[in-house]
């Protein structure tokens, strides 16, 4: 597709659920990243892929969270029992450079999960 | 503790004066700073950028200026347009850091025709 798509938009989970989040980047991309943006805050950076590798996952909140990218295109962000404090919006960004030539270009970003925890 | 800070959450504007958002910053290791604007209900998509090495960088209506001593970098758009309505986030990186981005909480602009 033309850009990062993300599905679903919308998720109402009950506390206690498991959620699967899903990442299309852009076709050919190599990096993917996974972002939360708690209410009225900025863009918190959770994981890396490059390719299918998991580069960095130093942001990921706690084991609830895990993140696959198992054939280095679609990627799986996924939350078990879910809490309130997870009700976010999950932000993927992808692009088709890597390592060392990401420094200083740009990321785009899909429009982002929309996840409410009740 | 917040590493990027936009101290204004909101600022009013009328159609074709200047609108100056500003991002301050604590980490002395960020050396590449970007500005990103969200519309409601769409992802962020990138603006400007600066590398620390240069103090002013311009495209358009859009510039930013970099003051590394005081840690501090302003986005000035002129003349401000109704479509320029959003909330706009300051962002950093640091090269030793890797690839991640730094967000600070984002300042919402109105335009005001």
């Known amino acids: 597709g033309a850009g990062v798509s993300q599905s679903p938009r919308y998720k109402v989970a009950k506390r206690g659920q498991d959620v699967a989040l899903r990442c299309d980047p852009i076709?050919?991309?190599?990096?993917l990243f996974w972002y939360q943006q708690a209410l009225g805050q900025g863009p918190e950076f959770l994981t890396y892929?490059?390719?299918?590798?998991?580069?960095?996952k130093s942001g990921l909140p706690s084991d609830r969270f895990f993140a696959e990218r198992p054939e280095g295109s679609v990627s799986t962000l996924k939350i078990q029992r879910t809490q309130q404090e997870d009700s976010a919006v999950y932000l993927c960004?992808?692009?088709?450079?890597?390592?060392?030539?990401?420094?200083?270009?740009?990321?785009?970003f899909g429009e982002g999960s929309w996840l409410t925890v009740v | 503790d917040q590493q990027v800070k936009q101290n204004s959450p909101s600022l009013s504007v009328q159609e074709g004066r200047i609108s100056i958002l500003n991002c301050d910053y604590t980490?002395?290791?960020?050396?590449?700073f970007l500005w990103y604007k969200k519309y409601p209900a769409e992802g962020p998509t990138f603006l400007i950028s600066?590398?620390?090495?240069?103090d002013k960088n311009e495209d358009g209506r859009f510039t930013v200026f970099l003051n590394k001593s005081a840690k501090h970098l302003s986005l000035h758009i002129v003349p401000s347009q109704p479509g320029d309505s959003a909330v706009y986030f300051c962002?950093?990186?640091?090269?030793?850091?890797?690839?991640?981005?730094?967000f600070g909480g984002g300042t919402r602009v109105l335009v005001k025709p």
């Open positions: 960004a992808s692009s088709y450079l890597a390592g060392a030539e990401l420094y200083g270009n740009t990321i785009y």
């Open positions: 076709s050919g991309h190599v990096s």
């Open positions: 892929f490059q390719n299918e590798a998991q580069l960095d």
């Open positions: 980490n002395s290791m960020f050396d590449y």
């Open positions: 600066i590398s620390s090495i240069k």
């Open positions: 962002a950093a990186s640091a090269k030793a850091a890797g690839n991640k981005l730094t």
